[in-house]
Nanobody, 124 residues
Framework: QVQLVESGGGLVQAGGSLRLSCAAS????????MGWFRQAPGKEREFVSAISSRGGNTVYADSVKGRFTISRDNAKNTVYLQMNSLKPEDTAVYYC?????????????????WGQGTQVTVSS
C-alpha cells in the first residue's frame, strides 16, 4: 500500500508560481511512475504531468508545457510540481498519483494510488 499526501496548494495571482509536493509513505515509490492530475469544478480529471520511476522521462500536457516542471527525489519519497506563469484556467484540485510501471502513462485509470488533492486557485 502507498499513501500519498499533497501539499503546497493555495491562492496565487495570475503570473505567479506555486510548488506542489507529494509525499509518499507506506512503501517506497522508487519503482513507481508518478503523475499529477487536476480537476476543475464541473470538469473531468485531466492529466497534467508524469515522471518515470528514476526521473529520466517526463511528460506534460500541452496546456502546461513550458510552464510546469515535474521532478522527484526518491531519497525523500517525494514528487514535486513546480508551476510557473500560472493562469486562471489552472485553477483546480491537483492530485498526485502512483503507477506501478516503468512506462509513463497519461490516463487516470492507469494509476494505482491517489492522494486526496490540494486546491490551487489562480486569480485574474
Amino acid at each position: 500500500q502507498v499513501q500519498l499526501v499533497e501539499s503546497g496548494g493555495g491562492l496565487v495571482q495570475a503570473g505567479g508560481s506555486l510548488r506542489l509536493s507529494c509525499a509518499a509513505s507506506g512503501r517506497a515509490v522508487t519503482s513507481y511512475a508518478m503523475g499529477w492530475f487536476r480537476q476543475a469544478p464541473g470538469k473531468e480529471r485531466e492529466f497534467v504531468s508524469a515522471i518515470s520511476s528514476r526521473g529520466g522521462n517526463t511528460v506534460y500536457a500541452d496546456s502546461v508545457k513550458g510552464r510546469f516542471t515535474i521532478s522527484r527525489d526518491n531519497a525523500k519519497n517525494t514528487v514535486y510540481l513546480q508551476m510557473n506563469s500560472l493562469k486562471p484556467e489552472d485553477t483546480a484540485v491537483y492530485y498526485c498519483a502512483a503507477d506501478l510501471t516503468i512506462v509513463v502513462r497519461t490516463t487516470a485509470p492507469s494509476y494505482d494510488y491517489w492522494g486526496q488533492g490540494t486546491q490551487v486557485t489562480v486569480s485574474s
